[in-house]
């Protein structure tokens, strides 16, 4: 008698090697791999970024070009998975399905009510680890609600095994079904390759052009674009932490370069196991005092952050960045985050959002994490009194001001002893740089000295007060 079939769930993990479930699946007989667009999930606010979609469309027909070559193929299925996936169980006379381990909250919430469907019709869930090179379980922390501090959290993780490697299977072979197709995701161009091959691909260039290894000097320099790109392909599991890892040269010893990447790899590990652990963080400062903070919260000033036009190089070379790439190099993000809460007094939580809805790598851990990072109301947060100075940051970052001339080319011809703070040209110099300020180019939205002031007051006004003994 031949084995029940397994349904494969495809979700974060679009992928067909190192993927526990297919593989598990694969071992106990015939597969179906499915992927399901849930209306709910498509229709958040945090999920409204076209370019994301395109990109999740390239990774999807990607996947599905791999499972062919191997003689499956993607089934894609609209609707409430709860329903989509009982219904996929009772059609292909399937016994399980498999799924890879989801920590966001409306991923656990939804998998539970999944596994409650199944359930009710006798299918078993098979739930695997797999995009993480740390289980939750292998971080408990000391009272077992893992570490709300980075560094404790990193020297276990960095003493972690990586997962062994799992090969993509050989062959697939399962049951025939109809697909309801992609269009729900749009018919844009993806702004970037998509898929495993690419992402491989992309991780190569990063060590071989030796941006790995430089990386620790490197990496905050904005014009170089020395960092690895690999951010959007993580977002939906094109690759894994545990692949570069080995790529890198785990286990081993790593030089400062490799070793300064693989800890931003931690980071993004701690973000995601904080959100598993806290998931009341996705809507709400992590450190209680600070969900008082009286922001002002002008909507005239979000879009002009928004839109680039603040007046700050370096905040606008940012945000246009975001706008014409859907990515935003991580120290401008530094920059433009801080700008926003610490100098508009606009709550992180807003700014987290116009990310979210632009960034083709927004994940809700990572980006709940820098802004609230940011913000200093997080996990391991910077000091609320940590404002980062836009025109400070500017010069360290971009000396020569080659990326704020790549993003805001208004200032193309602004000599450098003027990049950085183009109001400070006298009217003859605004003519030679044909760069008139309030015209071309606006004046500085604020003045940031008196803004960092206002906001260290009223961070002070929500902090506890603290109350000396006799």
Partial sequence: MAAPATVVWFRRDLRVDDHPALAGAVDRGPVVCVWVADPVLLGRRHHQAPARRAFLRAGLDALDAELRDRGGALVVRTGDPARVLPGIAAQTGADAVAWTREISPYGRARDARVAAALAARGVDVLEYEGDLVARLEDIPGPAGTGYQVFA??????????????????????????????????????????????????????????????????????????????????????????????????????????????????????????????????????????????????????????????????????????????????????????????????????????????????????????????????????????????PVLQSKRFDPEGTYIRRWVPELRAVPKRFIHEPWRMDDNAQRAARCIIGADYPAPMVDHRVQREIALARYRAAEPRRTGGT
């Fill in 152 to 389: 404790p959290f990193f020297r276990v993780w960095s003493v972690i095994d990586l997962p062994r490697h799992l090969p993509a299977p050989r062959t697939l072979h399962g049951p025939t079904l109809g697909s309801d197709g992609l269009a729900v995701l749009g018919t844009g161009a993806s702004p970037l390759p998509a898929g495993p091959a690419a992402a491989r691909a992309a991780l190569v260039s990063f060590l071989r052009n030796g941006h790995a290894d430089r990386y620790d000097t490197h990496r905050d320099l904005l014009a170089l674009d020395a960092t690895s790109r690999l951010s959007a392909y993580l977002r939906f599991g094109m690759c894994t932490d545990a692949q570069i890892g080995r790529a890198l040269g785990l286990p081993g010893e790593l030089g400062h370069g490799r070793a300064a990447f693989w800890r931003q790899i931690a980071w993004r590990e701690f973000s995601h196991h904080h959100l598993a652990r806290h998931p009341e963080v996705a809507r709400q400062a992590l450190r209680a005092p600070f969900r008082e903070i009286a922001w002002s919260n002008d909507a005239a000033a979000l879009a002009t952050w928004r839109a680039g036009q603040t007046g700050y190089p370096l905040v606008d070379a940012g945000m246009r960045q975001l706008a014409g790439e859907g990515w935003m190099h991580n120290r401008a993000r530094m920059v433009t985050a801080s700008f926003l809460v610490k100098d508009l007094l606009v709550d992180w939580r807003r700014g987290e959002t116009v990310f979210m809805q632009g960034l083709v790598d927004g994940d809700p851990a990572n980006n709940n994490g820098g802004w609230q990072w940011t913000a200093g109301t997080g996990t391991d947060a910077a000091p609320y009194h940590r404002v980062l100075n």
